[in-house]
């Protein structure tokens, strides 16, 4: 009988969640609002294929990342834990931003009549408010961290 081992997620130097980040963000940003602004079909193969890719690395970035892996009791020092709280606290307040310039941009566009995105339109935009929300804290830390630093 073999003996079932715990999950340990990876962990990725600052350099790799920089780059995995970056991917994620341009894959995302080609996925959702490539759509939105050309002449491409949303909901087609290419561009769910994009958008599931952006999903995947930034679901990566976010295991792998000093941002939201787990910790073991001590691991961190204090500075470690104040900065891993400041991003965390940086991302919501990123996040909420945006949550909020969405909600005035549908008050404003519905009584202007502004472009409004269709039903699907928008749940890729919630998708990729969603995947922004929980990169935001891992992409802080490995820009603040130097270059040369492996973890």
Request: neutral net charge; glycine residues 12%.
């Amino acid at each position: 009988m073999a003996q079932a081992h715990e999950f340990t997620p990876p962990r990725f130097s600052p350099m790799r969640v920089r780059v995995l980040s970056g991917l994620a963000l341009g894959a995302l940003v080609a996925g959702t609002f490539g759509p939105l602004v050309l002449p491409l079909d949303g909901g087609g193969g290419m561009m769910t294929v994009t958008r599931g890719l952006g999903w995947m690395l930034a679901a990566m970035v976010a295991v792998g990342s000093p941002g939201w892996r787990h910790v073991a009791p001590g691991e961190l020092d204090e500075r470690e834990r104040t900065e891993r709280a400041r991003a965390v606290v940086i991302g919501h307040r990123v996040s909420g931003i945006c949550l909020a310039l969405a909600f005035v941009w549908t008050l404003i566009g519905q009584a202007r009549g502004l472009w409004m995105p269709s039903l699907g339109q928008t749940s890729w935009l919630i998708g990729a408010a969603f995947s922004l929300h929980i990169m935001v804290p891992a992409i802080i830390l490995a820009w603040r961290a130097p270059v040369d630093e492996e973890d």
